[in-house]
Structure formats: structure tokens, C-alpha cells
């Protein structure tokens, strides 16, 4: 039977029940699972020389195998190339973005290697399935060996516009390689059509339907948005109902409303402009004052990249001032923890809140909106304030509260429009919402992507 061979930078732990900040290796552990299969990506360590030969360690139907990556290659590769330019830009801060030949070329050298420990193991009839930005030319690096396999390619986080694009000086290598793919997956709509976009006006590409044809090449493309196991979700959000963590947080709140957020601490999340929107409505609807809580869990991520450092300072200064400004002996409006929390438990504090605040600036999905949905308990949703600007946004519009996170006041109105919303509305939302996850479910993304890359 032909083999699934899934290569992402970030493999999932291979503990259950470790929690993993990043929705990537949540979705793709999730969809495998199911199948079986062989994932290979880079293991998290930093050692003195390239791995040759992979380390494979075996649980259930996965093979997980593994390489460390060089010091160099970790600066040059996913520090430089990965999530110093091509994250900042394909989020749309190009302020924040950094081009340097070297890492450009480190980026390549570690796809190469990617690709030969692809070579060494593989059968004819594998299918080969790259996840990321990481990974973009491995596509044109197995073609260069001479693999001839099915080879698809999702993409988890934004494409931007060719405005947008261009400032990346390879940008026309980056795009060239993609089209080394037999399929392009992307989030949305709107990223196809960003790439349809690009591809026509710089490569001469024709498209027709779902297939954009470049010289001899003809490529698939395509909108799969990614989705979680809602069901199962809601299982997991009532296995830690009697925690000490959840008793914790309840006993905190003194029967107050609760407001709740989770990301990666990252720029693109939108904390600041949240934190500053939850102040607003402290100033501007005095009612809430005293009665609500905000709990904002933001794990530190990427924190060797620049950028990243200073969203952190930023935002401890943020929160430090509301609290300051706004703190009584017997209520903390903020509460800001660094820290990650097992799924389970994250899942069991969306259960008991009554509004989930997911604000991204710019974000490819975003599966913390889609979590916190799932995790409601049916007879008393809360109510999903969501970004216009999240990849989530294109299947939830009709159910969330749309906001601008750039608009401080709509978000404070939103916010209070949530906390005040009858519970007939809130239940008719939560029911749009749930039918739709349970439609575009993570089964669905995975065997839709598979029936299109085909055999
Ligand atoms: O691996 P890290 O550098 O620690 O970062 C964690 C992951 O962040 C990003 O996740 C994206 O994928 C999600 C699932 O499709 C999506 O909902 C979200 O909007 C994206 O930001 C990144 O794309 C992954 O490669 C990282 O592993
Ligand atoms: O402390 C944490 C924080 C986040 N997550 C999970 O990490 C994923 C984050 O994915 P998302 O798509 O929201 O954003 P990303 O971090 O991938 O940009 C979600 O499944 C969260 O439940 C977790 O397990 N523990």
C-alpha cells in the first residue's frame, strides 16, 4: 500500500499529552493519526554536525523521524530565512523583516539536506505531503534528485499579495519552486487567489479552474482550510472539569465573567492592541469594571528571533500599566502568564468563559478560534470575538463578532456587545458555528487534500 510521508520543520513530541504551542504539529499529529504514515522534520536540538541518517522512533501507526540541525544551519535556516523574513512578510510586516544572502542560502542547503534523507528511504508509489514555510523549495530540491512522486504542499500561514511579495529579493526563486509541486494548498480563498495573482503577472502563468499552468508544469491549487476534531474537542474540554488548575482559576475569578485568549507570544497575535481594547472597555462601559476578568496566555515563542523580544517587553509594560491603573484589593483586571498549558486544560478554561477574544493582525487559521467554539458547553455558549484578519474568519464571519484589530474602540464595543449577549443569540451563533466545524472538520482537510494530490 503506498506509504504517506509528511515532512514539516516542527514535529510533534512524541510524549501524549505534552502540550505543543503551535497549531501546525496539532493539526498534522490530529490528521495522522488517523492514517499512519512517516513524518520527518527536525527535532528541536542543535548539534555539532548535520545528521545523516534520521533517527526514527516508532508510536502507534506514526514513524516519527527525526535530524538535528547545525548552529549554523539553525541561524541561517529557521532563525534568518524562515522566521526572520519570510514569517514577518507573509504576515505583512515587512518593518520587520531581514534579507541576508547567507541566510537565503542556508535556507536552501537545509531544504538539499531535507530532500536527500527524503531519497535515501523512499518507495515509488509514496506520497509525499510538505507542510510550511520552512519548506518551500524541498518540492525543486526532490524534483533535482530525480524523484518523480506525487509531491503536495500546504501552506499554514498567510501568502500575501504581490505588493507584498516582491520585497523579498529571491521572490521569484521562492515562487518558481513551488511550482515544482504536483499541488499548492493553501488556507483561503484569499491566498490562492494571491498566488494565482502573482503567478500570472510575473511567471506568465494561465489558469484555468483550479489549475494554473507555468511552461510544460501544470499545477494544482487550492483552498483547504485547515479544522480540528470538534467532537473530540468537546470531550477534552470536560476531562479536566474537576483540575486544580481549573478549580484554581474559578475560585480567582469570585463568580466574575471571564474573557479568555491564547496564542503564541508572537507580533502577529494582536496583544497589544487587545490588551489596550480590553482597557478601553474598562473606561468606556464603567459597568464591567470590577466584574470581569481578562486571562491572556501567551507561551514564549521564537524568542532568539528579533522582534520577538520586543513584543514581549512591550507587552509586560502593557499589562503592568492597565493593572496599575486599574487593579483593586479585590480584583485584577489583567492576568498575563508566559506559560503553555496542556490542550485538555486550555480547552476546560474556554468551557467556563464566557467570551473567547481571538485577535490576530494576521494569521494563516488561527485554531484557538475554532478550539474555543468546540469547548462550549451547548445550553450556555460564550460568545467568539474574531479577527477579520484571521484565515478562520473566511468559515466563522456568520457566527463570531467580527472586529478590526486595529480599531481599539470596535473591539471594546464588541467585547461588551459579547458580554451582554442574550443567551437565544448566543445559542443560535454557537449552533451556525459547530456546523460548520463539524462540515470542514480536520478529517475533512486532510482527505480532501490527499484526493487531490491524488495517487
Ligand atoms: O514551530 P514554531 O516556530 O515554534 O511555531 C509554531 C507554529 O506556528 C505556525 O502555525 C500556523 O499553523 C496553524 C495550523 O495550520 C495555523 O492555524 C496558524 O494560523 C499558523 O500560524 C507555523 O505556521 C508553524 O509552522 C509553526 O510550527
Ligand atoms: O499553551 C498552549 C497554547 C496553545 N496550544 C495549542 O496550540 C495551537 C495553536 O494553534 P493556532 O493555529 O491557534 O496558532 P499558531 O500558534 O499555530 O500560530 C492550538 O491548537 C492550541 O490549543 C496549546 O496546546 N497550549
Known sequence: MSRLIVVSNRVAPITEGKSSAGGLVVGVLDALRETGGIWLGWNGNIEPEPTQQPVTESDKNIDFCTVALTQRDYDHYYRGFSNGLLWPTFHYRIDLSRYTGDDYAGYLKVNRHFAQILASSLRDDDRIWVHDYHLIPLGKACRDLGIRNRIGFFLHIPFPSPSV??????????????????????????????????????????????????????????????????????????????????????????????????????????????????????????????????????????????????????????AGRINGKWTELSWTPIRYMNRSYERALLMSFFRVSQVGLVTPLRDGMNLVAKEYIASQPAHDPGVLVLSEFAGAAAEMRDGALMVNPYDVQGMADALDRALSMALDERKSRYEHLMEILRKNDLSSWRDRFLADLGD
Do not use: W
Request: aromatic residues 8%; positive net charge.
Open 165 to 318: 511579495l516582491t520585497t523579498i529579493p529571491p521572490h521569484r526563486a521562492l515562487v518558481e519552486a513551488m511550482c515544482a509541486y504536483d499541488l499548492l494548498g493553501f488556507q483561503t480563498q484569499t491566498d490562492v487567489q494571491a498566488f494565482v495573482d502573482y503567478a500570472t503577472r510575473y511567471l506568465g502563468a494561465a489558469v484555468s479552474g483550479n489549475e494554473v499552468k507555468i511552461g510544460d508544469r501544470s499545477i494544482k491549487v487550492g483552498a483547504y482550510p485547515i479544522g480540528i476534531h470538534p467532537d473530540q474537542i468537546r470531550a477534552l474540554s470536560k476531562q479536566s472539569r474537576r483540575s486544580k488548575p481549573l478549580d484554581a482559576l474559578k475560585s480567582g475569578l469570585q463568580h466574575r465573567k471571564l474573557i479568555v485568549s491564547v496564542d503564541r507570544l508572537d507580533y502577529s497575535k494582536g496583544l497589544v492592541e487587545r490588551f489596550n481594547a480590553f482597557e478601553r472597555l474598562l473606561e468606556t462601559a464603567p459597568r464591567h469594571r470590577g466584574k470581569v476578568t481578562f486571562v491572556q496566555i501567551a507561551p514564549p515563542s521564537r524568542q532568539d528571533v528579533q522582534g520577538y523580544r520586543q513584543i514581549r517587553r512591550q507587552l509586560e509594560s502593557t
